[in-house]
């Protein structure tokens, strides 16, 4: 068989395998440095097969892919298929895999063709970060941070036993219209008021009605697909280290083909598109009003939307799996534990992580750090020349150096930035800015109520809970 026959694409059978196009073989790895299919009998490579991508702006209606359509719940996580070399039936359980050898012939079988149990996606990208590289951004990443490091999890700490795993996500294409109008604020004039202990500065500030009204395009919004990772508040699980590490380059997702799982595990998405629309609609809803902000330049002191409508006219639905490599670490913290993660994203060396706390370590050094903080504080308002109205600072300096610390070790505000980070395209976009009045003296340096940068579908693990409880242990 040539190579010019199918082109270089893989051979699928009936029952969802893939078979070498040049000698018909079902050993096929994936080559991890040119991201090409391998037979391991002839040692051919092949192109996988893409993904035609269609983006946002051809969109209408709501197009939902074979792998994300609805999980059928009496499916089936058994799976029998039939061996095409010898006759042989094998049994995958696809909560572990889809893919398993003929124990007769050694045939490769592989589950390709779409399950209604969310085992198999429409789509997959491959592993593009070696394992030896995780290991050296693991390792750095926690090197970094050994200082207040729990002492069992310095002894206990290896990077020999990181995974790489393909996690489930949805890749979302939007098309839409937004309308914003509101009241915007600018600074014309400081100056200060009163004498002595009663001065102070206020303000001269401009006010516009402000509006905008545009076209938009979103390109590849992305999403966890699995209930556990969507709760990024489980204080149990450090999960919203896993949604940090996001964007990934989904522009070079491909077909799916489970040969690419070989060597790695993956996990099922458990959530249908009914389950994420409304964190989508927010989501979209959020890049689209803060795109506006690059028009707000002059507003300094913020602008407060009072009316918005943003109205979807397409949306389409992608099941994708994506690689990560995964060190996770469990604390023990009395009769509760702690699961902490460091994960890399696997094209892109995106890293981040959460490391168990020393805390009696971290809470003897902020005290320390308070003392000498409460001396100079002391030292300045005592002192004929100061000339600051912030010398309070110095007195919460030991707070402040623990919240740090807390912050740079466990990284509980760490989220993916997808306001920013998502892919789109603004069009026919018309503005209105209109000056209404001056008011004089304002004394706040900020508008209030400014809402210009609400993100309505932030997920974060941070929570002053956390804190309350750190201190009372």
């Known amino acids: 068989m040539g190579e010019s026959i199918n082109k270089g694409r893989t051979i699928a059978s009936d029952d969802g395998q893939n078979k070498c196009p040049k000698c018909g073989a079902t050993d096929i790895s994936v080559n991890p440095k040119t991201g090409k299919l391998r037979c391991n009998f002839c040692r051919f490579e092949f192109e996988p097969d893409l993904v035609e991508d269609k983006g946002p702006e051809d969109l209408e209606g709501t197009s939902i892919g074979a792998g994300a359509s609805k999980i059928e719940e009496d499916a089936q ?79 206990e ?24 109008s509101g009241v915007g604020e600018v600074t014309v004039g400081e100056y200060n008021v009163g004498s ?69 595990t993956s996990e099922k998405r458990d959530t249908n598109v009914e389950d994420l629309k409304d964190l989508s609609n927010i989501q979209a809803s959020d890049i689209a009003r803060y795109s506006t902000n690059s028009t707000l330049n002059k507003y300094d002191r913020g602008v407060r939307w009072d009316k918005e409508s943003f109205n979807i006219s397409g949306q389409s639905w992608t099941a994708a799996y994506l690689p ?31 490391v168990p706390i020393n805390m009696g370590r971290l809470v003897f050094m902020s005290a320390i750090v308070e003392i000498f903080g409460i001396l100079i504080g002391f030292i300045l308002s005592m002192s004929q020349t100061r000339d600051s109205d912030y010398t309070w600072i110095f007195y919460l300096l030991g707070f402040i150096y623990f919240m740090v610390m807390y912050m740079r070790y466990r990284n509980s505000n760490a989220r993916h930035t997808y306001e920013r980070e998502t892919k789109f395209e603004i069009k026919n976009m018309q503005t209105s800015d209109q000056k209404i009045r001056t008011m004089h003296g304002v004394e ?5 109520e ?18 309350r409880d750190i201190i009372g242990k």
């Not at 700490?157 to 914003?180: A, R």
């Not at 489980?234 to 590490?245: C, L, P």
Request: positive net charge; contains cysteine.
């Open 77 to 155: 996580d058994m799976v029998t298929l039939k061996c095409q070399s010898c006759g042989a039936e094998v049994v995958i359980d696809t909560t572990s895999s889809t893919q398993a050898r003929c124990h007769w012939c050694r045939n490769t079988l592989s589950i390709n063709n779409q399950i209604a149990n969310g085992a198999v996606p429409d789509v997959i990208l491959p592993f593009k970060v070696t394992k030896e590289e995780a290991r050296d951004r693991i390792a750095s990443f926690v090197g970094r941070r050994k200082f207040f490091a729990h002492p069992r999890f310095r002894r």
């Open 157 to 180: 700490f290896t990077t020999e036993n990181i995974s790489g795993v393909y996690l489930p996500y949805m890749i979302v294409d939007m098309k839409g219209h937004m309308e914003l």
């Open 196 to 264: 002595d202990d009663k001065k102070r500065i206020v303000y001269d500030v401009d006010v516009y009605n402000v509006s905008r009204s545009f076209d938009i395009d979103i390109d590849d919004l992305t999403i966890e697909s699995s209930s556990d990772k969507l709760d990024v508040s489980n204080r149990t699980k450090t999960n919203n280290i896993i949604n940090s590490i996001m964007p990934f380059d989904t522009d070079n997702v491909v077909k799916y083909n489970s040969n690419y799982l070989k060597g790695f």
């Open 324 to 354: 990560v490599w995964l060190y996770s670490y469990m604390e023990t913290k009395g009769s509760q534990k702690v699961l902490h993660y460091v994960a890399v994203n696997a094209r892109t060396k995106e890293t981040m992580g959460s």
């Open 444 to 448: 706040s340096s900020s508008m209030s």
């Open 450 to 467: 400014a809402n210009n940068k609400l993100l309505r579908g932030k997920k974060s693990a941070f929570n002053l809970d956390d804190f």
